[in-house]
Nanobody, 120 residues
Framework: QVQAVESGGGLVQAGGSLRLSCAAS????????MGWFRQAPGKEREFVAA????????YYADSVKGRFTISRDNAKDTVYLQMNSLKPEDTAGYYC?????????????WGQGTLVTVSS
């Protein structure tokens, strides 16, 4: 398994921006496809975005398309999620995880995540 440590969450007003980071802990994930997921209070965890380790290709959930951008720096073993035009409905714990390319499910145990709160 690959352990990930998420950071960068916080409180932001609607329309604002945040950048989340996901760093590898222990085993590298620079050769794995990676994804971001989120879980709002009382709801199931859902897919947000994914990025290929080799091509940098990406795909997104419809709810964040055009507002969020996933990227990665393999040299730093870090994956990012730039979130713009945030909405109150984006409030959730955000998690990163390995993915099979094209899937919308995480492969490993979930980390602590980072909390994003968007106020209206």
């Amino acid at each position: 398994q690959v352990q990930a440590v998420e950071s960068g969450g916080g409180l932001v007003q609607a329309g604002g921006s945040l950048r989340l980071s996901c760093a590898a802990s222990g085993r590298t994930f620079s050769t794995y496809d990676m994804g971001w997921f989120r879980q709002a209070p009382g709801k199931e965890r859902e897919f947000v975005a994914a990025i290929s380790w080799s091509t940098g290709n990406t795909y997104y959930a419809d709810s964040v398309k055009g507002r969020f951008t996933i990227s990665r720096d393999n040299a730093k073993d870090t994956v990012y999620l730039q979130m713009n035009s945030l909405k109150p409905e984006d409030t959730a714990g955000y998690y990163c995880n390995r993915v099979y390319w094209g899937s919308r499910h995480g492969m490993d145990a979930w980390g602590q995540g980072t909390l994003v709160t968007v106020s209206s």
